[in-house]
């Protein structure tokens, strides 16, 4: 009995210490919207949240004031436009550790590839594959995952994750993922972290 009992302590101290590891709590946990902060969250359960990242941008105020729209755990099935806005924007995902982007728990996917426009469409066709488009200034996003899940690229055209068409753009630990030109940073200052 002694010889299994002493394999079964060292393993549920390794259990332990891997579930402090990965603990959803401490600095570097992002799992609570700041203050004042738009809400996104798909269940519904956080008062006044909107269910869809859409919803949520349609509803930042027009002030130079930055704004923070913090989106809860989920699966965010849509193509998302941020248009001109008049102050800073900042997109934070729920996560347990913002140093690490396998630690993400926020993706925002689409698919749409270059097939799936209209053929008499003959400019600005990467923009509208696009899962995430941006055309303000001044975007930081943290732990976002984003994702263009159209297909191959020799089957079906280019299918952008995200397009930046700003100035002054800061992505930290995101995780961008499609099947060609899956980042088109086509104007201004990016910088990927």
Known sequence: MRIFALPLVVLASFVASAAAEYSC?????????????IVVDPTGAYSGSFHNLS??????PNTTDEHTIFLFP????EQVLISRLNGPLVLQG???????YAANE?????????????????????DLT????????????????????????????????????????????CNF?????????????????
């Open 177 to 193: 993922t499609s099947h060609q030109d899956t980042v088109y940073a086509n104007k201004g200052r990016e910088l990927f972290a």
């Open 55 to 60: 919803e949520a941008v349609s509803n930042v």
């Open 74 to 77: 989920g699966v965010y099935r």
């Open 94 to 100: 729920y996560t347990c550790n913002t140093k690490l």
């Open 25 to 37: 709590a401490g600095p570097d946990a992002r799992t609570q919207p700041p203050t004042g902060a």
């Open 106 to 126: 926020v993706t925002i996917s689409h698919a749409k590839a270059q097939r799936d426009i209209s053929p008499e469409i003959t400019s600005g066709r990467n």
């Open 130 to 173: 696009s899962t995430l488009r941006l055309k303000t200034n001044d975007v930081k996003v943290y732990n976002l995952n984003v994702a263009n899940t159209a297909g191959r690229f020799l089957e079906n055209g280019q299918a952008v994750a995200t397009i930046i068409e700003g100035n002054n753009y800061g992505f930290y630990a």
